[in-house]
Nanobody, 124 residues
């Protein structure tokens, strides 16, 4: 059973950058797909980015394409979300998720393990 712990959230001004980390323990992720999702107050959870661990293939939501980058570090068993040019509408709790099916997906239901979330707040 894999466990996920996110870190790196915080308060940043619009136009700034943050890097979120998601450290996995309990199992290596070589056969997994990893995703980042976010949920703003009063809104439904939405897909942000996903990566297939084995190939590094990525996919992004249109709202973050060109600004966010998902990546992974095999040695550290960690997935990252580099967020640049942040906007106030990026404010949300960001969640890391893992799928042992190994296929990247934009659907939250495809992921069986979730982290506790980390708050990102972008001020104007």
């Amino acid at each position: 059973q894999v466990q996920l712990v996110e870190s790196g959230g915080g308060l940043v001004q619009a136009g700034g950058s943050l890097r979120l980390s998601c450290a996995a323990s309990g199992r290596t992720l070589s056969s997994y797909a990893m995703g980042w999702f976010r949920q703003a107050p009063g809104k439904e959870r939405e897909f942000v980015a996903t990566i297939r661990w084995s190939s590094g293939r990525t996919h992004y939501a249109d709202s973050v394409k060109g600004r966010f980058t998902i990546s992974r570090d095999n040695a550290k068993n960690t997935v990252y979300l580099q967020m640049n040019s942040l906007k106030p509408e990026d404010t949300a709790v960001y969640y890391c998720a893992a799928s042992d099916a190994g296929l990247p997906s934009t659907l939250g239901s495809s992921y069986h393990t979730w982290g506790q979330g980390t708050q990102v707040t972008v001020s104007t």
